[in-house]
């Protein structure tokens, strides 16, 4: 095989080194700056709603992604965040106080929670989390079932722009954590948990202490990420977050970025809010059929979601370009560039 | 005493209807080693046909299984061709992990057709002679209730003959116990995958005809129906295909004595908490000697 004109091609290739951050850079500007431009409450409503699902993405991501542990549960993560928030945060307690107690609420019970569940390996631990989360629903139904609603004052300086940047800043800062996480020490060790775990455990790895950390991040998110949702609606029904709408949301957005990597949740999060809010306004019911369509085909054909799908188009080019007509053809030589 | 009688015919009435609903999980969990979260949701298109012969047709409720099995069997056939098959040829952990996600995306799918197809309402057939029932000393034994009870022993023993003495049905117990062998033997484990799925289907649309006048048919019973044959499963020890009815049985007792001494509304509680217990504590179930 010939080696490629190097030269040529670095003249109009951009320096790859400044690429990411350069991409971060001009993403975060837009989320900022565009939302004052246009300044209309359905837009701030779509940012908001984006910023959050990058967030449940994240946060699911680092459980189901990194450590290979999938959960069903997660909605009983976003909705004890949500309901210890608002509780706190009705009774007069302010809102980043109440936030932050929501989250590390949310954490401390996944940890009690997690330590007998994962005992359980695979199956068990997906339909486990489903229970947990279902027992939460229906104790909280049967105990609160009556709306919440904020008090008139509160709703007389309601400000939409105020909930986005609180939750343009969550989602910054779970995947700046999941950034993180991933290029911590104990990655190696969770990841290894996901590839496999008995060679994991030979190789010396804690592996419940490591399942444990990435259940306790992606507890700390979820419930942060509830503890948001209830700064935001003005009334709900308290079982409400708790339904598995909220995994399902959290579990698509990760699949459908591609699951496994940070900037997997944040494609995935835009993507499918967007995507979602365009066809709830025309097609009320279809939407969710669309997205359980999309999401099984991106399960079985495309399990590296959307990131996989463009870099396979990005080979495709520029193998192209490279090869020239004669070696237009996909050629099983070359898949393991 | 006669009020703790009740309870309990009303426990094992209900049971049993979690008993078949359960059934077709553990076979497909058994066989296929997936799990079928939209399993449910095969219950609620199960008591939609059943509803349709009902209103549309006229049809008796008991006459509608006629009508109601087959095309449940054919769903689970095309179900199976469309989507399970990519699903069954995966290995070991990737396997049940990805038939999880798929299934939860299809019990999405089809919860929310209905939703569209059949709106929202609450459904439920009552015929003309649903009042009507036995009373034995004091114990009252609706003839619909009594009858259910039948068709579900009935419908136990002819899976357990069906599985024991039949060629397809050995097959698929010999596809359960070590598949690779199976395939050497010239089993083509594809088609015994397919009908062992149809089979499950039919199974589930069996308890959604009993769902349609027993409770309540609503596209969003799916969930309810999925946990429900869920704790059953691992209260009968997974692999247990026809333990799946005695356990049913013990959960619907279980639920129907809770419902009455504890509180009616914790009632849901109860199953699943024994059942994150069993999980936690006895994972190879209670009906399994090890």
Do not use: C
């Amino acid at each position: 095989m010939k080696t490629p004109a190097g030269g040529q091609l670095s003249l109009w290739k951009p320096s790859r080194r400044w690429s990411g951050p350069g991409l971060i850079v001009v993403v975060l500007a837009f989320a900022i700056v565009f939302p004052q431009q246009i300044a209309q409450d359905n837009i701030w409503n779509l940012f908001f709603l984006m910023s959050l699902g990058i967030t449940m993405g994240q946060s699911w991501n680092m459980l189901g992604g990194f450590a290979g542990q999938t959960s069903l549960g997660h909605a009983g993560f976003f909705g004890i965040g949500a309901l210890v928030t608002r509780t706190l945060w009705l009774h007069g307690t302010p809102f980043i106080l109440a936030l932050v107690v929501g989250g590390v609420a949310t954490a401390t019970f996944a940890m009690i929670i997690g330590a007998p569940t994962f005992r359980l390996r695979g199956a068990y631990f997906a339909i486990g989390t489903l229970a947990v989360a279902e027992v939460l629903r229906i104790t909280v139904a049967q105990n609160r079932p009556f709306i919440s609603t904020m008090p008139g004052d509160m709703i007389a300086s309601y400000s939409l722009p105020a909930r986005y940047w609180v939750a343009l800043a969550l989602a910054v800062v779970t995947t700046g954590a999941a950034y993180l996480l991933l290029r911590s020490r104990w990655s190696l060790g969770i990841l290894g948990v996901r590839e496999d775990e008995e060679a994991a455990q030979a190789s010396g790895v804690h592996v419940l202490r490591h399942k444990l950390l990435a259940l306790a991040l992606s507890a700390l998110f979820m419930g942060l990420a509830g503890g948001v949702f209830a700064f935001k609606q003005i009334s709900y029904y308290p079982e409400a977050p708790f339904l598995p709408t909220f995994t399902f949301e959290a579990m698509m957005i990760a699949y459908i970025g591609g699951v496994g990597t940070v900037a997997g949740p944040v494609i995935g999060g835009a993507f499918f809010v967007f995507v979602r809010e365009r066809l709830a306004a025309n097609l009320t019911d279809v939407h969710q059929v669309i997205f359980g369509v999309l999401f099984i085909l991106v399960v079985l054909i495309f399990p590296g979601g959307l990131l996989e799908i463009w870099e396979r188009l990005r080979r495709l080019a520029t193998r192209r370009q490279q090869g020239g007509p004669r070696a237009s053809g996909p050629s099983p030589e070359e898949e393991g560039l | 005493m006669s009020a703790f009688m009740q309870t309990l015919v009303w426990g094992i009435f209900a049971g049993a209807i979690y008993g078949i609903a359960a059934m077709g999980l553990a076979l497909v969990f058994g066989v296929l080693k997936i799990l079928n979260i939209a399993h449910g949701e095969l219950v609620m298109l199960g008591g939609y046909v059943g509803f349709w012969a009902f209103t549309a047709l006229g049809w008796d409720p008991f006459l509608a299984l006629i009508l109601v099995i087959p095309a449940t069997f054919v769903l689970g056939i095309v179900l199976d061709r469309v989507i399970y098959r990519y699903v069954v040829r995966l290995w070991g952990e990737e396997k049940i992990k990805n038939s999880l996600l798929v299934s939860f995306g299809l019990g999405l799918v089809l919860s929310n057709l209905a939703q569209w197809v059949f709106t929202g309402d609450e459904r439920s057939v009552q015929p003309s002679y649903a009042g009507q029932g036995l009373d034995v000393y004091g114990v009252l034994m609706p003839y619909t209730r009594l009858a259910t009870l039948g068709i579900v022993l009935v419908v136990t023993v002819a899976l357990h003959l069906f599985l024991r003495k039949t060629y397809p049905g050995k097959a698929i117990l010999a596809t359960a116990e070590d598949y690779e062998s199976a395939e050497l033997a010239g089993i083509n484990i594809d088609r015994v995958y397919m009908l062992t799925f149809a089979l499950s289907a039919a199974l589930a649309g069996i308890a959604g005809q009993f769902v349609t006048f027993t409770y309540a048919l609503a596209p969003s019973i799916g969930m309810f129906w999925t946990l429900k044959a869920m704790i059953v499963i691992v209260l009968a020890g997974t692999g247990s295909i026809l333990g799946a009815l005695p356990a049913g049985l013990v959960l619907g007792v279980v639920e129907a004595l809770s419902g009455a001494y504890l509180a009616q509304t914790y009632k849901e509680l109860v199953g699943l908490v024994i059942f994150l217990l069993v999980v936690i504590i006895r994972p190879q179930g209670l009906f399994v000697r090890k």
